[in-house]
């Protein structure tokens, strides 16, 4: 496990397209798929990591608490499911079931969506306004494994919020840290390391 911080990709950045298969349903997921959403939240996530399981709980509650509103949700794992078998499809269909998640859980086989959404930790989260433009992208709340701070979704929750009540976001965020994505060997991209 190597403690990775996100990219920070710039904000304002248009959402990359994709079309990746969901683990559950089987069905392509794109960004089409959220057409006539005002925010969409993009999460790069896995089964293994013990950063992703500190805070899973409070990702299927966000799924659920959003569910009846404008927030389109993808969850992506881009993980080497070859050296990471945890991370494999039919091991993250089984997450999302065991989970209740609401939202599709979608395997990015070749790692090209993490690259181009340069993605470098797990978990890491990306909320696009409805014009499919980069709004916030760091932290879900100031909790960590073993840092005893409650897991309540308070930073990405607030910026969900003002994208959804037509508030700016605030520009001052903190970067996720997790678990680095595990890159197959020769395609890290360049910006990991």
Known sequence: MVRTASTMLALGTKAPEFHLPDTVS?????????????????MFICRHCPFVKHVQAELAKMGQDYVDTDLGILAISAN??????????DSLKAMATELG???????????????????????????????????YRGQLDDSR?????????????????????????????????????????????????
């Open 80 to 89: 080497d499911a070859e050296n990471y078998p945890d991370d494999a499809p």
């Open 145 to 193: 494994p073993g840092n005893s701070q409650p897991v309540t979704g308070k930073d990405l929750r607030a910026a969900i919020d003002a994208v959804l009540s037509d508030r700016s976001v605030p520009s001052e965020q903190k970067p996720s840290i997790g678990c680095n994505i595990k890159w197959k060997q020769g395609n890290e991209p360049p910006y990991f390391g």
């Open 26 to 42: 089987g069905e392509t997921i794109s960004l089409s798929s959220f057409t006539g959403k005002k925010a969409l939240l993009i």
């Open 101 to 135: 998640f609401t939202f599709p859980l979608c395997y990015d086989a070749t790692q090209e969506v993490a690259k181009t959404y340069t993605a470098a930790c797990t978990p890491d989260f990306f909320l696009f306004d409805g014009d499919r433009t980069l709004v």
